[in-house]
């Protein structure tokens, strides 16, 4: 045992006088005292071959021992954490932390690329609020009090105040920039939107829209279909077909459904465009008579277009992305395809 403890007091000499001038020099302390075949672990192996009554002397001399070198090993590992230069330890060789950069969510990408398209066509933004009033969200956009869209199934209503609702698009921006009565308009209204929707792969309880509104004297169905089709072209490329449908919303008249052939298949049909070639991007139409009206503006001498359409949808056709919920479930293998994407 004399022969141990005259062994451990070298070491300890040995730790008193160690610096660690890098990383690498800790480290071999660490491997070479406390690592699981290090120099304290085998001198505690020793211990079975110390008699009875000496094996609490020698018990506290071991934990002296091994408390010494982890001191000294927390001593310069807390240098090296801090950076100290002064004490002589920081490397410069060392690699650094990976600086990781975020990337912009798809949604985001989509929605600015569309806000700066329609901005170089004079289209400034309206912003308006997420918790709507009855006016705003139907009224003032001729939903009659039985239309679908008001039933409780479609809409989130504030349980308080049954004025109230989360809006279900944002064309109640538009209903509050018609109101403040400064004409000509020509505004876009990004934003998100909320309906009582089932979870799935292709509908949400929140999404995001785009809408866009153009009131001014002699504004006709021509320019709302030039202004689209610029649209697609520069959100797209040229390389596919656009067609309009006859449709039908309460707040425009005459109203149209955009579709463009299927970027997927090229219109050949897939699972994507159920078959059939075309892809539904968005709805549009002259603005309503009667809401012009109801914002007060003069329907006699002002006219104009409106649209709206999901980004959700749009980022989905662009990016060749099958199932809306990867949008909110903030999955960085996801999120990170987008990087370097602006
Ligand atoms: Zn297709």
Known sequence: MEQIVQQIEAYKQEIAAFKAKTAEELEQFRIKFLGTKGIVKGIFGEMKNVANDKKKEFGQV?????????????????????????????????????????????????????????????????EGPEIEDDWHNFTALNLAENHPARDMQDTFYVQNNPDWLLRTHTSSAQVRTMELGKLPIRIICPGRVYRNETISARAHCFFHQIEGLYIAENVSFADL???????????????FKVRFRP???????????????????????????KH?????????????????????????????????????????????????????????RFLKQFQGVL
């Open 225 to 239: 279909k030039q202004t689209l089709y610029y649209f697609v072209q520069e959100m797209f490329g040229e390389n």
């Open 62 to 126: 071991l934990n002296a021992f091994k408390q010494l070198a982890e001191a000294k090993y927390e001593e310069f590992q807390q240098l090296k954490e801090a950076g100290n230069g002064a004490a002589g330890n920081l490397d410069l060789t060392l690699p650094g932390e990976p600086h990781r950069l975020g990337t912009r969510h798809p949604i985001s990408l989509v929605r600015n690329k569309a806000i700066r398209i329609f901005e170089r066509l004079g289209f400034t933004i309206a």
């Open 247 to 273: 449709s039908y919303f309460p707040f425009t008249e005459p109203s149209a459904e955009m579709d463009i052939s299927c970027l997927i298949c090229g219109g050949e049909g897939c699972n994507v465009c």
């Open 276 to 332: 059939t070639g075309w892809v539904e991007i968005l709805g549009c139409g002259m603005v309503h008579p009667q809401v012009l009206e109801n914002c007060g503006i003069d329907s006699t001498k002002y006219t104009g277009f409106a649209f709206g359409m999901g980004i959700e949808r749009l980022t989905m056709l662009k990016y060749q992305i099958k199932d809306l919920r990867l949008f909110s479930e903030n999955d960085l």
